[in-house]
């Protein structure tokens, strides 16, 4: 059987009790995290898989919803959705430049996604989710030195052509409608259409307009044609499109202190707070803004995939290997835009000159930023039989990606609004050769050893059409800046290692050890306005090291799994970012190498078919993500120890931030679900129940340690009941999230807006960025098939 995109149908068997009148025993569940086919517990890696059943049940549409199922994962939330990060056992990407690439590679159907910010979007058509922990930079590249979530879409049907229709509707006004077309046109034509249509106009209510904000949704377009053109050889074309709108990271204010002041740190009577919040009810969990300008980021993505499969014919020297070449293109452009100044009034009339007078200018303060990425891929994959006591693969790979970044924000006239306007392109050219090879040099003993090597070359470009920061003497501009930085080669090595003994067919130990490697950055933020800034560059590759020990096995005759793993990852010269200040007077953004940070911990992934009717999961991780070494982070509002001097910065003090947690790393997080199905008798219908609970403990909000921005932990129950027929025509669910009505942040703010008093302390106020599910709601599906 030939190899195909997306997995086999083997590969599509979920943790699922067997059919009524089967043995009991859940289905055996595979993964293609060593590019290839394998059961679970033959794969000596920490893996979470997510099947079909699972983001039915949970109504999975976008990546924070994967995330809620795995305690490996975490999101970190900026000021704008394209600045989100993905984080995995507590490691991410914790700076809002795009000229560093993210930490977690997310792979569909073998294509990685460019930038992290594509990842935020409806995740359609999805079959199953692998969530591979620690670096994988061996298989997957240079992006996934923390991790890798690989995805993959449904694929064509074997039979005649099937339609299948899905509505989905909540209390809270979110809607999706989805549709697919799949089945055989012929003997050797098979195809795949799927198209789909979200909207949730969001939590927060714009007094302002009438408006709902903080909401997301979008339409997606996907098709799979495959082609048989002998036994031997198949091709499968698959175009994709999608368009999608997240209007977040807006924040809503949650408290402020007594007293009536103004805006800005000025006496302006017309900004006072009872004007600026006028009908907003301030409360710990306040949905009411007031914006004058949207704030969001719209993206549209097309890109077309070119899958050909060759099996070597019996009688070949290479009889039983496959040879597959995977050939894409790729563009996601997108527009990030923002309310500057969270009001709804212009503040920017309001602005004093030298002479104290308003500047009369009544432009809104906004940011607006362009992003076009283009990527090209090719690879060539060399993979053997998948029987005999030696398994190997190899690969070619090589890839393209450019960036091409303009910005505006502000206004030229009016410095407090730390006007700039730029223009950005970073590009980067990538060969390798990577491989892996499995031995089973015993009758319970195996050995995977894996290699890539990595030859990058990067181009970068920075123009500064014009800049007024708030810091500026005197409004002066900075005017036009070009610097083209000279081309930058280095090459990576990366590896894994790993032993396992297999105490019977189902149940096996292991131990690993792999190395991560992620390319140079650059420095596509205003920061770069300033010359000094270019000093910096590029910031040094990052460098992960890995240990891992693991224990996986089908237990009670295959009625449990059990999934366990301890682990410790140091990470060298992490990429980051953070505001410095130069012995010219001037100030910036700058890029950052951590010198070390460290996660570890242990995970636990366990399923249960305690009876016919009744499936248990559950998973828990414990994480420790910390700053080894960094003597030179950041200062914050209100920070006793500032007292190390900045060796950028003659006289000038930063702290040491040794010791202190990763951002958004939770040290406890949990997952528990259950189902129970409930046969209704001669009635040619099945009924059933399903649990799905998640914890986790506080969380650190910034890499600055600032903890006016730390998060409190939460508890989320969400319960639901289905009822479909015997012959899976059709399924009715229903449900609530949130059934306890726990209020909860997705992002922290912390200082949101301050006001000054004619005389006595400033006045401060503070905001939040509810999640999606912070509220209780319902919700009802139906799902048919035709």
Request: with cysteine.
């Amino acid at each position: 059987m030939i190899f195909s995109a997306g997995l086999s149908a083997q590969a599509q068997a979920q943790q699922a009790p067997a059919a009524d009148g089967g043995d009991l025993k859940l289905e055996t569940v595979v993964v293609s995290a060593n590019r290839r086919i394998e059961k679970l517990e033959d794969v000596p890696a920490s893996i979470t898989v997510l099947g079909e059943e699972d983001i039915k049940r949970n109504n999975v549409r976008e990546f924070v919803d994967i995330v809620n199922l795995s305690p490996a994962l975490s999101i970190s939330v900026g000021t704008q959705v394209g600045t989100n990060s993905i984080n995995m056992r507590g490691i991410g990407t914790t700076s809002n430049n795009l000229g560093i690439e993210g930490d977690i590679a997310v792979i569909v159907d073998d294509l990685p996604y460019a930038q992290a910010q594509q990842a935020f979007k409806d995740m359609s058509d999805v079959s199953r989710v692998e969530v591979l922990k620690g670096p994988q930079s061996t298989l997957f590249g240079k992006s996934a030195i923390a991790g890798a979530v690989v995805i993959t879409t449904k694929p064509i049907g074997s039979g005649p052509m099937q339609g299948r229709v899905s509505l989905f509707n909540t209390s809270d006004h979110e809607y999706r409608v989805a549709t697919s077309l799949s089945g055989r046109l012929s003997d050797d034509v098979g195809l795949r259409l799927f198209a789909s249509k979200t909207n949730f106009p969001g939590l927060l209510h714009n007094l302002t307009n009438d408006s709902m904000q903080n909401g997301s949704g979008g339409r997606s377009f996907i098709a799979k044609l495959q082609w048989k053109i002998n036994n031997d050889l198949d091709v499968l074309i698959s175009p994709h499109f999608d368009h999608s709108l997240s209007t977040g990271n807006t924040a809503a204010i949650t408290s402020i202190g007594p007293g009536v002041g103004y805006l800005y740190n000025k006496n302006y009577t017309a900004l006072s707070n009872t004007e600026v919040l006028r009908g907003i009810h301030v409360s710990p969990f306040n949905r009411e803004i007031r914006n004058d300008s949207p704030s969001g980021l719209e993206s549209t993505d097309r890109g077309i995939g070119l899958r050909i499969n060759y099996a070597f014919p019996e009688g070949s020297p290479l009889a039983g290997h496959v040879l597959t070449s995977i050939s894409s293109v790729d563009n996601n452009l997108s527009n990030d835009f923002r309310d500057n100044d969270n009001i709804d009034l212009i503040s920017t009339y309001y602005q004093v000159d030298a002479s104290g007078k308003p500047s009369g200018i009544a432009a809104k303060a906004e940011i607006n930023g362009t992003t076009d990425s283009k990527t090209s891929t090719q690879e060539l994959r060399l993979v053997s039989p998948d029987d005999g006591p030696f398994r190997y693969l190899a690969g070619l790979w090589i890839a393209r990606n450019s960036v091409d970044r303009g910005y505006y924000r502000g206004n030229p006239f009016v410095k407090e609004t730390s006007f700039t306007n730029y223009y950005t392109t970073s590009s980067a050219l990538n060969h390798a050769i990577y491989g892996n090879a499995n031995w089973d040099f015993a009758p319970k003993q195996s050995l995977s050893a894996g290699l890539r090597f990595n030859r990058e070359t990067n181009d970068y470009m920075f123009n500064t059409i014009d800049s007024l920061l708030s810091s500026a003497p005197n409004n002066i501009h900075t005017g036009y800046n070009y610097y083209d930085a000279p081309q930058h080669k280095e090459n990576a090595t990366t590896g894994k290692l790993a032993y396992s003994y297999h105490f019977t067919p189902d149940v096996m130990a292991y131990g690993s050890a792999s190395t991560g490697s992620k390319g140079v950055a650059y420095d596509m933020t205003s920061g770069a306005n300033n010359t000094n800034v270019f000093a910096h560059l590029p910031l040094a590759q990052e460098k992960a090291t890995s240990f891992e020990l693991g224990f996986k096995a089908n237990l009670w005759n295959n009625r449990a799994t059990l999934n366990a793993a301890v682990y410790q990852t140091r990470f060298r010269d992490y990429q980051t970012s953070a505001t410095e200040r130069f012995s010219d007077g001037s100030q910036a953004s700058v890029l950052y190498s951590i010198p070390a940070l460290q996660t570890r911990g242990f995970e636990i992934d366990g399923t249960a078919l305690l009876t016919r009717a009744l499936m248990v999961k559950s998973s828990v991780a414990y994480t420790r993500a910390t700053i080894l070494d960094w003597n030179q982070g950041p200062c914050y509002s209100g920070a006793t120890d500032c007292n190390v001097p900045n060796v950028l910065v003659p006289g000038a003090f930063v702290r040491d931030a040794s010791g202190g947690s990763m951002p958004n790393a939770a040290k406890w997080k949990m997952t528990l679900g259950g189902e129970y199905t409930m046969p209704l008798g001669s009635l040619p219908y099945v009924a059933a129940i399903n649990m799905q609970m998640r914890a986790q403990t506080p969380v650190t909000g910034a890499i600055s340690q600032d903890p006016s921005l730390n998060r409190p932990g939460y508890g989320i129950v969400d319960l639901g009941a289905s009822l479909s027929d015997n012959k899976g025509k059709y399924k009715l669910s229903v449900g609530f999230k949130n059934l306890f009505d726990h209020h909860y942040a997705s992002g922290n703010i912390g200082s949101f807006l301050n006001f000054k008093q004619t005389s006595g302390p400033d006045i401060k106020s503070y905001g939040w960025q509810p999640a999606r599910d912070a509220f209780r709601y319902a919700t009802i599906r139906l799902d048919v098939a035709f």
